[in-house]
């Protein structure tokens, strides 16, 4: 049973477009990350959330973390061929003190020029 | 700092041979942690460590076993491969910080082939 269900799976879009992922659970979270990973190469970090209706921006990139922290989305204005990867959500059970996360299976993001 | 590290970056075994995946950090985290990444599986934990000799299982441990003898590195053994062992293995590590915010920094990846 997958914690964390991410969709779409894939997304290709052209230059220019605008584009959200949607990271949900039904159960609540402490904090929840956003990676992105490239081919070859191993997730990097992008933003962590930790307060429920939290919203950060990272250039184009808005995150937010719902209100009963138990879902996140990643939305991504006038999308870039550098933005293509793989986007993967990971959240920390509250209570946790081991630093264990839970990886959603990710979505694969194509933008085409 | 280098980061996470780990070697080999590419290994093709036979089944029922036998490796050791090694992951080494210089940034002094406490906690590290041993992923596999298939296809739209997303990334799945094999085994973790909190400390310097003290490892856990994860969700899929089968087949595989793991040693922290030093702060610094994290092992990961297969004893004797299997088909089903084929995956990109990915080692973490992250820093214990109240609040769990749990960020994990990870290597560049193993890429394992079992014939």
């Known amino acids: 049973t997958q914690l964390l269900e991410q969709s779409p799976q894939f997304l290709s879009i052209q230059e220019g477009e605008n584009l959200t992922v949607y990271c949900n659970s039904s159960s609540v979270f402490s904090s929840l990350q956003w990676y992105r990973q490239e081919p070859g190469e191993g997730p990097v970090l992008l933003v962590t959330v930790v307060t429920g209706g939290e919203v950060k921006k990272l250039k184009r990139l808005t995150f937010q973390f719902g209100d009963a922290r138990k879902d996140s989305s990643l939305h991504i204005t006038a999308a870039q061929t550098g933005d293509t990867g793989l986007y993967l959500c990971?959240?920390?059970?509250?209570?946790?003190?081991?630093?264990?996360?839970?990886f959603g299976r990710g979505t694969q993001l194509t933008v085409w020029p | 700092n280098a980061g996470v590290t780990q070697t080999p970056k590419f290994r093709v075994l036979k089944t029922g041979q036998s490796m050791t995946l090694l992951c080494a950090q210089d940034?002094?985290?406490?906690?590290m942690y041993w992923y596999r990444q298939d296809p739209g599986m997303g990334l799945r934990l094999i085994h973790y460590?909190?400390?310097?000799?003290?490892?856990a299982k994860g969700e899929v441990p089968d087949g595989y076993n793991v040693s922290r003898l030093k702060k610094q590195n994290f092992l990961l053994g297969l004893e004797s491969a299997a088909p089903s062992q084929t995956s990109v293995y990915f080692c973490?590590?992250?820093?214990?910080?109240?609040?769990?915010?749990?960020?994990?920094?990870f290597g560049p990846g193993t890429r394992l082939t079992v014939t």
């Open positions: 973490a590590s992250s820093y214990p910080r109240v609040g769990a915010r749990g960020e994990q920094y």
């Open positions: 460590s909190v400390g310097e000799g003290t490892t």
């Open positions: 990971a959240g920390a059970t509250r209570g946790s003190t081991l630093g264990r996360l839970y």
């Open positions: 940034m002094n985290h406490e906690y």
